[in-house]
């Protein structure tokens, strides 16, 4: 298996509050990770410091191999300039889609394409459209966002995301803002990708789609690991009571037999 992101001993703290307190983590090619975890346990924070939102306090983070960063005397330094092109290479989607409302579905797919990666109109267009289709929004890349529901944002975001190429997919919280009967439709979006082998690691209250999709869960608690298992092992037997909690607070959950 090739390792994608590998992500060792990351502490982060933003003054005096220690967030991330040592996080390992290595997502596999193909790999869908769902990370779950109280509010305030530090899921966002880590996915930031993934793609250098944040910049971690201290730790390494891989991306296919490469260190991002430079070691000098035990420290990491980085430079902007390195981290921009990193950033292109992950794609990110959060719970707030923030499309441009000037512009059609299909020039926000195209946008990051032309001023990032400085491809030809003609070329982003044509792998907008592809990722449109990928979402099965195609119909709509001539609409503006307002147009569209929630839902319909969400997966215009995901393509956005898809048409730069990423090595690997973050998503954090993406249906936390949406109405319930939105949500189905763009984790259907998500699971397909997953199916189709993308490599994904996602912040996601949905246990049913961390029971079905994920190859692995993990449990943040107070910025560590607490638990890391298979989805089918881990949401039906936690260990920790700390994960019993979480788990029996979102209720709706229904395990399969
Ligand atoms: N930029 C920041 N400055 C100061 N504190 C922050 C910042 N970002 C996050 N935090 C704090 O870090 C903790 C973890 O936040 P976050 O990573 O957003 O958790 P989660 O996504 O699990 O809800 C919270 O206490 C939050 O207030
Ligand atoms: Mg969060």
Redesign the pocket.
Known sequence: MTEIVRIENLHKS??N?E?LKGIDLTVNSGETVVLL??????????L?CVNFM?IPTSGKIYLNGDLVGNERSGKMTYRESELCALRSRIGMVFQHFNLFPHMTVIENVMEGQVIVLGRSKSEAREKAMAQLERVGLAEKAEEYPARLSGGQKQRVAIARALAMDPEVMLF??VTSALDPELVGEVLKSMRQLAEEGMTMLC?THELGFAYHVANRVLF?ND?AILEEGEPQKILKTPKTDRMREFLEGHSLFKLPD
Request: aromatic share 4%.
């Open positions: 933003f003054d509050l967030v975890g109280s509010s305030g346990s530090g899921k966002s924070t880590m930031r944040e954090d919280e912040v943040l910025g």
